[in-house]
């Protein structure tokens, strides 16, 4: 009954996927735009806070610290949105690559909360699998970049926890 019901769930978002025409390039495409717009969605949040509470953002960030810290960390999902753009020729050569960053990426999106770009990795996981195998030579810089980021993104979450019970 369950084995029959995960076909039934995998058959439909495989053919989601055809549908859509997703492929391994276009849904890593994805996952770079939300972690490229998410920072500057929060932009907007942070000005309309300081708009409803008639302050300046630079004010709203020194009387409210978690939003500082939050700020630090849209902050680095831009600069880690930016970084995979510039490295994804390496990335999307292999395919063990491409799943040792991605998988990198939301494990650190999972530490500060971040569900949408995590989603949208998981489904570039899923759907990773069609791509062959090359066995290119993976790039050092980039599997350590990808293991930099857990580090970065795990003080992040112990920062906006230690913020969070003040």
């Not at 932009?43 to 960030?61: D, G, P, Q, R, Y």
Request: a positive charge; charged letters at 15%.
């Amino acid at each position: 009954m369950e084995t029959t019901i995960k076909q039934k769930a995998s058959g439909y978002l495989h053919e989601l996927a055809r549908f859509l025409h997703l492929d391994q390039r276009r849904l890593f495409y994805g996952v770079v735009a939300v972690l490229m717009l998410l920072p500057v969605a929060f932009l907007a949040f942070l000005a309309v806070n300081a708009t409803m509470e008639s302050m300046s953002i630079i004010a709203v960030l020194k009387a409210k610290p978690l939003i500082a810290a939050l700020s630090i960390i849209a902050g680095l999902d831009m600069l880690v949105g930016y970084t995979l753009w510039m490295a994804r020729q390496d990335i999307l050569a292999d395919r063990t690559t491409f799943r040792w960053v991605i998988s990198a990426v939301v494990l650190s999106q999972l530490f500060v909360s971040n569900v949408l770009v995590a989603i949208a990795g998981t489904f570039a996981l899923a759907f990773s699998g069609k791509q062959t195998v090359q066995h290119v030579k993976a790039n050092v810089k980039v599997k350590l970049i990808s293991a930099g980021l857990l580090g970065v993104y795990g003080l992040c979450l112990w920062l906006v926890m230690t913020l969070a019970q003040r």
